[in-house]
């Protein structure tokens, strides 16, 4: 094997007809892993012919960049295949050299005892005093192709990835380690900085939230004061209970709202948010006003009509102010309350207040009445749902790959989603019933709008992979948004 010729053919070739734009992946990055790879090997005696393969492989891992950025360690395996055999590298030979190259693809995953070594070269940077500019190169790189956009965003794929990265010699770990954690810690509190600001809402963003809260408050008023309270129709929840007591005591209707949903403000304060109380705190006196304000319409005495279109105009209101991150019915955060001190669920707290308020009502203005209140109240439901999940609803996903390692790694570092992984077996097929493999399987759960990027990744990784998906009825917890209920 003639390591030094082929290192005088190629690093010129690297040096010269590597693109100016690739910062971080240019013929100096090689130099430093060649040099990491023969630190380590030697550290941990390795030498002769494995040595020589090992610093080959170096030499060649992203000469794939020559040709294009994309999949460059196919590219890479691809060109120590068409030069090797020139500088005495026969089949095995080179086989093992492409191996190497492709176990650090990321995530890395070497099976050789030599791919380690290769692995934790090419990512050697990581504990050392010169992260930042490493870091700073590979920004404006990823930049250029598009990977990264913001230096906001970099700075939260720097951090999945360190908390998940792990060296994979003795060498490496105990001289990087300890230092690649500050590095970690620094950006951690870095990301914390930028998230803490980052929730802050832009002009445009309260704008937008105030027409929401002036739209959905209009809405929510319309519906009672034009259908529900001229015909005597009740809803579900604190705007249900508001109604009851208003056609029992004769009480006014604006006046029992505010004073109903106020206690679960409080609570709310200290439970949801800040922000969140004193959203739904203008919300409910803005809605008091419009009661007092909007006269009784009764646009119509069609009682079907008066379920469904006060239910729905009544849904799409609250619905509004949801999206704008408030509420104008507390009865949600009645049910958080009450979770952290019951076994029941949130569903189930508030149907059992429901059922309260709807036998009441069969009970004072008569079964009819009561039942189609119930509609007036499923139509609401379904007008939330769409208002406030029609884009958000969540899919499960199941994904059963032979190459789940690559696969685990886009989910969680390019579509930020967490991930949960079975351990399974692949195969059992008609006519090979006795052949299988051990496997992962993948599921995580994602927005609707997330699913054709999350099936291009994966088709990316591996064309035949077995992916499907399942509507989610009731997600909370993990880093999924949690769900409103009316």
């Avoid at 505010?258 to 739904?280: D, M, R």
């Amino acid at each position: 094997m003639q390591y030094e010729e082929a290192y005088t053919f190629l690093m010129p070739k690297l040096e010269k007809e590597l693109p100016l734009w690739l910062t971080y992946h240019n013929a100096q990055h090689t130099k430093n892993v060649i040099e990491a790879a023969e630190h380590l090997a030697v550290t941990e005696n390795v030498s002769g012919k494995d040595l020589i393969l090992l610093k080959t492989a170096a030499l060649f891992h992203d000469s794939g960049f020559l040709e294009n950025h994309q999949k460059h360690e196919e590219l890479s395996c691809q060109f120590a295949k068409k030069y090797l055999p020139d500088y005495d590298y026969d089949d095995d030979e080179i086989e093992l050299i492409c191996s190497m190259i492709m176990a650090t693809r990321l995530p890395q995953t070497p099976k050789e005892e030599l791919a380690k070594y290769l692995c934790d070269a090419d990512l050697y940077y990581l504990g050392t005093e010169e992260y930042d500019s490493y870091a700073e190169k590979l920004f404006a790189e990823f930049k250029k192709t598009g990977f990264v956009r913001t230096e906001a965003e970099w700075k939260i794929k720097q951090a999945d990835f360190l908390a998940t990265h792990n060296y994979f010699t003795p060498t490496a770990r105990k001289e990087r380690d300890v230092l690649k954690q500050k590095v970690l810690k620094k950006i951690k509190l870095s990301v914390k900085t930028i998230q803490s600001h980052s929730h802050k809402p832009s002009l445009r963003e309260s704008i937008q939230d105030t027409i929401f809260i002036l739209c959905g408050v209009v809405l929510a008023s319309l519906a009672l004061k034009g259908f529900l309270v001229p015909n005597h129709f009740f809803d579900g929840g604190v705007t249900g209970l508001s109604l009851l007591v208003h056609e029992i005591y004769h009480s006014n209707l604006a006046i029992v709202i505010v004073l109903f949903n106020l206690p679960l403000i409080i609570i709310s304060y200290f439970s949801v948010g800040k922000s969140f109380a004193y959203k739904t705190f203008i919300s409910v006196i803005l809605l008091g006003v419009a009661l007092v304000l909007v006269p009784d319409l009764a646009l119509t005495e069609d009682k079907l009509l008066i379920s469904i279109f006060g239910g729905v105009f009544l849904g799409v209101g609250v619905g509004l102010v949801m999206r704008a991150g408030a509420a104008l019915d507390g009865i949600e955060v009645l049910a958080l309350y009450t979770l952290k001190r019951t076994s029941f669920t949130i569903t189930e707290i508030i149907m059992g207040i429901n059922i309260f308020i709807f036998t009441i009502a069969a009970m004072r203005f008569g079964v009819e009445t009561a039942l189609y209140s119930i509609l007036t109240y499923f139509a609401a439901t379904r007008s939330i749902d769409y208002v406030v999940e029609g884009l958000q609803a969540y899919t499960g996903v199941t994904i059963i790959s032979g190459e789940s390692e690559a696969i685990k790694y886009e989910l969680v570092n390019k579509l930020g989603r967490g991930i949960t992984v079975y351990k399974g077996e692949r195969g059992f097929l008609p006519g090979n019933f006795d052949v299988s493999a051990d496997c992962d399987i993948i599921f995580t759960v994602i927005s609707r709008l997330e699913l054709r990027k999350l099936n291009n990744l994966v088709h990316d990784v591996d064309p035949k992979a077995f992916v499907f998906a399942s509507t989610i009825k009731e997600a909370s917890g993990g880093i999924i948004k949690r769900r409103h209920k009316h």
